[in-house]
């Protein structure tokens, strides 16, 4: 399977961004997917996931400001950012797992499947 984000840049704090993550030779609604982040001198952390069933479950940090869907025709992911805020500076990279089961522990070990990221930065 082949991951590709898009859609990251700079904005002020307070602004949105819409992440996408297309997906080849994997379908999206096949696995859990989810969404994580690495910023500077960080490890990587988990925003959120959506499982196969459509259900989704987030990091307490992104709580009501990020939301996380699926284009099932499209065959892509997004990750909605509203209220964003300096902290939320990271990469972003969007990954698959074949487990509903582990996937919401939002732990990287258990995701396959990477895309290469994309770099989002909030200025004051």
């Known amino acids: 399977g082949q991951l590709v984000e898009s859609g990251g840049g700079s904005v002020q704090a307070g602004g949105s961004l819409r992440l996408s993550c297309a997906a080849s030779?994997?379908?999206?609604?096949?696995?859990?997917m989810a969404w994580f982040r690495q910023a500077p001198g960080k490890e990587r952390e988990g925003v959120g996931i959506?499982?196969?069933?459509?259900?989704?479950k987030y990091a307490e940090f992104v709580k009501d400001r990020f939301t996380i869907s699926r284009a099932d025709a499209a065959n892509t992911l997004y990750l909605q950012m509203n209220y964003l805020k300096p902290e939320d500076t990271a990469t972003y990279y969007c990954?698959?797992?074949?487990?509903?089961?582990?996937?919401?522990?939002?732990?990287?070990?258990?995701?396959?499947?990477w895309g290469q990221g994309t770099q989002v930065s909030i200025s004051y």
């Open positions: 990954a698959a797992s074949n487990s509903d089961w582990t996937c919401p522990r939002l732990r990287a070990d258990d995701f396959r499947y």
């Open positions: 030779r994997l379908t999206v609604n096949s696995y859990c």
């Open positions: 959506i499982k196969m069933g459509g259900s989704t």
